[in-house]
């Protein structure tokens, strides 16, 4: 079974950036589509960014041109750049392997927690 860890979270402002990591425990994640999904506080985890194991990405429209994943399989690592942040991006950030269609397939890690507020 293949564990996620991410980390990156943090508070910062409105307008600012974090950058997201997500580190996989197994050598072929570089086989994986994944995908960054966000639970925001009385709200589902929806998906947020994806990527296939080519590098296809695909955003959620909340997100388009202000985020962007990227990975690096040699260090079995997906990443998200956050930019322009907005008080509702505010969420638990969780990273998974994803299905064709980009629905989660494993279980999930612990998230890093996104606080956007001034």
């Known amino acids: 079974q293949v564990q996620f860890v991410e980390s990156g979270g943090g508070l910062v402002q409105p307008g600012g950036s974090l950058r997201l990591s997500c580190a996989a425990s197994?050598?072929?994640?570089?086989?994986?589509?994944m995908g960054w999904y966000r639970q925001a506080p009385g709200k589902q985890r929806e998906l947020v960014a994806g990527?296939?194991?080519?590098?296809?990405?695909n955003y959620a429209d909340s997100v388009k041109g202000r985020f962007a994943i990227s990975r690096d399989n040699a260090k079995n690592t997906v990443y998200l750049q956050m930019n322009s942040l907005k008080p509702e991006d505010t969420a638990v950030y969780y990273c998974?392997?994803?299905?064709?269609?980009?629905?989660?397939?494993?279980?999930w890690g612990q998230g890093t927690q996104v606080t956007v507020s001034s």
């Open positions: 998974n392997r994803g299905s064709a269609t980009m629905a989660p397939l494993m279980s």
């Open positions: 990527i296939t194991s080519v590098g296809i990405t």
């Open positions: 197994r050598s072929i994640f570089s086989m994986y589509n």
